[in-house]
């Protein structure tokens, strides 16, 4: 079995070569998105360059800016994201206070297992449905 790196990623996914980028840190990452309805989602795709792990981050899922957003609102969204993080160990919620950038990461860490196409699927697929789960919360105050 092959180790999964982006360029296995990205061949799972059918991405071209030019969705594959590079960091200021030598760090090769894969850039990928998906539309759901009228929203469209962005997906950072970062092998840790070990067979066993991986990292999933879906940013500016949504933007609650602290300068434009009542405390009230900021409140609820804050709470939805501590409450879908605890409720769901594999999803990790964030907020930016300077910017209001809403995102999730989701790291798979396969003890003494490479990362199979199959698993891949299941997290990207949880990935999504997540995403789109909280994208649809943050729009119903």
């Not at 434009?68 to 879908?84: F, K």
Request: with cysteine.
């Amino acid at each position: 079995m092959t180790a999964a790196s982006v360029e296995v990623i990205a061949r799972w996914l059918g991405a071209p070569e030019e969705a594959i980028a590079q960091n200021a840190g030598g760090e090769r990452y894969l850039v990928a998105g998906w539309e759901s309805g009228t929203d469209t989602f962005r997906l950072i795709v970062r092998s840790l360059n070990e067979p066993d792990r991986i990292v999933l981050v879906a940013p500016a899922i949504a933007i609650a800016s602290p300068s434009d957003t009542p405390p009230e609102r900021l409140l609820e969204i804050l709470t939805a994201l501590a409450e879908a993080s605890y409720e769901d160990p594999l999803c990790a919620w964030g907020y930016d206070p300077t910017e209001g950038e809403i995102r999730l990461t989701v790291a798979q860490i396969s003890l003494n297992a490479e990362l199979s196409e199959d698993m891949f699927w299941s997290l990207l697929n949880h990935t999504k449905a997540s995403v789109e789960a909280m994208a649809a919360r943050l729009r119903c105050p």
